[in-house]
T-cell receptor, first 114, second 111 residues
Framework: KAGVTQTPRYLIKTRGQQVTLSCSPI?????VSWYQQTPGQGLQFLFE???????NKGNFPGRFSGRQFSNSRSEMNVSTLELGDSALYLC?????????????FGSGTQLSVL | TQLLEQSPQFLSIQEGENLTVYCNSS?????LQWYRQEPGEGPVLLVT?????EVKKLKRLTFQFGDARKDSSLHITAAQPGDTGLYLC???????????FGTGTRLKVLA
């Protein structure tokens, strides 16, 4: 069974640009969550999608948005990039929504904003 | 806002030593998970604990959930270089389906 796939692996952008990151969950998994990881703030929750609907959202500005498609694949978009958006963006999938759900993470997209 | 504090933040030990990592919060969690993350990879789930006072063992790793479900610990016996990595705890609040991650403990085991 293939794991969670995130593309691209690395990305370099300049301030003001926008970026779209992609996540393909494990086959059969319907929940996809996105996290931002930085050395200073650690892993911060961005949002979670289940059956194409955003179910939870973290404390990030509206520049961060996402969506989920009918095949459970998800995309995350960041508009008007700022230097502070430089981070490792991780996607995690799980089979269901529950307090004991197992999160399976991808290897992440390393975004550098210059 | 980080609601889960881990200690220590960094730990460098010799192979064969024992160590304990702590995860503390003022909030009650319905469940708590521990992950290990290696450079260039995403976190990998090690264990989930759900009952106050629960103890789980995974080979040389022992995980404990506090009686009040506000804290947890990870104890590694006879650490090996392969244990090197970033250890993260993550807690889920009752009725929610999102995990809040701790600040992380970066462990380095020297051969």
């Amino acid at each position: 069974k293939a794991g969670v796939t995130q593309t691209p692996r690395y990305l370099i952008k300049t301030r003001g640009q926008q970026v779209t990151l992609s996540c393909s969950p494990i086959s059969g998994h319907r929940s996809v969550s996105w996290y931002q990881q930085t050395p200073g703030q650690g892993l911060q929750f961005l949002f979670e999608y289940f059956s194409e609907t955003q179910r939870n959202k973290g404390n990030f500005p509206g520049r961060f948005s996402g969506r989920q498609f009918s095949n459970s694949r998800s995309e995350m978009n960041v508009s008007t990039l700022e230097l502070g958006d430089s981070a490792l963006y991780l996607c995690a999938s799980s089979a269901y929504r529950g307090t004991n759900e197992k999160l399976f993470f991808g290897s992440g997209t390393q975004l550098s904003v210059l | 806002t980080q609601l889960l504090e881990q200690s220590p933040q960094f730990l460098s030990i010799q192979e064969g030593e024992n160590l304990t990592v702590y995860c503390n919060s003022s909030s009650v969690f319905s469940s708590l998970q521990w992950y290990r993350q290696e450079p260039g990879e995403g976190p990998v789930l090690l264990v989930t604990v759900v009952t106050g006072g629960e103890v789980k063992k995974l080979k040389r790793l022992t995980f404990q959930f506090g009686d009040a479900r506000k804290d947890s610990s990870l104890h590694i016996t006879a650490a090996q270089p392969g244990d090197t990595g970033l250890y993260l705890c993550a807690g889920a609040y009752e009725g929610t389906y999102k995990y809040i991650f701790g600040t992380g403990t970066r462990l380095k085991v020297l051969a």
